[in-house]
């Protein structure tokens, strides 16, 4: 009669088995963890608003960066700086991010919120990333002439200016060479198409290369 394996040695090689399984999962998990994170809050301009799955300039950002680093997106369309402040504490005590992009303030202008109120939600973001020893990087926007200019240039102008108190890292324009092509935007004349995201990456690009550097993220130009 032919014996088989012991029920013990059977249940030790089950355990080791599940053992490994779980140490093959785990690996690419502890991997991730040990590269730097990059955390972008933003609204529907970093949120890709109707645009497919992986088109946006987010996306297009992480892709470049080849899993040197990984790349967080916290943007909500709609968002406004209010928004993003009250939500940011968390965010970046959870994910502890080497770099943050915030992109933020948009929808401040759009609804002609006080300039004011949206510096302080910026400031507040800025001085919790460089509290936690992160880099931060101001992704600016403007709004339409049609709001008049005294509101626009002071609402352009918080960007400027935390800039400089903070000494942060500036994007003046994130649609730099898209907001006046109206083949980039979609027909809402607020949204960049697909074909605006590599353009906005682009923008991004050189103000975010030294910080990546700094960070020791590789990346190619």
Do not use: C
Not at 103 to 125: H, V
Not at 149 to 159: K, P
Not at 193 to 207: F, G
């Amino acid at each position: 009669m032919k014996r088989g394996i012991p029920s013990r040695w059977r249940m030790a090689s089950m355990v080791t088995a599940g053992a490994l399984a779980l140490v093959i999962v785990a690996l690419p998990q502890a991997v991730a963890e040990e590269r730097p994170t990059l955390l972008v809050m933003g609204d529907s301009l970093s949120a890709a608003y109707g645009l497919e799955q992986g088109q946006g300039w987010v996306t297009l950002l992480e892709q470049r960066l080849a899993e040197q680093a990984v790349v967080i997106n916290s943007s909500i369309s709609g968002e406004t700086s209010g928004g993003g402040a009250e939500r940011f504490a968390e965010i970046i005590k959870t994910r502890e991010p080497a770099i943050v992009l915030l992109e933020l303030g948009g929808n401040d202008g759009l609804r002609g919120l006080p300039p004011t109120q949206m510096r302080a939600n910026l400031a507040g973001m800025i001085e919790q990333s460089q509290a936690l020893d992160a880099e931060v990087l101001l992704l600016g926007i403007d709004i339409p002439p049609n709001y008049g200019q005294a509101y626009r240039d002071a609402f352009t102008s918080v960007y400027h200016s935390l800039a400089e108190e903070y000494d942060v890292a500036l994007v003046p324009f994130l649609l730099e060479g898209v907001a006046l092509n109206r083949e980039l935007m979609q027909s809402d004349g607020i949204h960049p198409t697909a074909d605006a995201q590599p353009i906005i990456l682009d923008n991004v690009w050189p103000a975010l290369a030294p910080l990546l550097d700094e960070a020791g993220i590789a990346f190619e130009e």
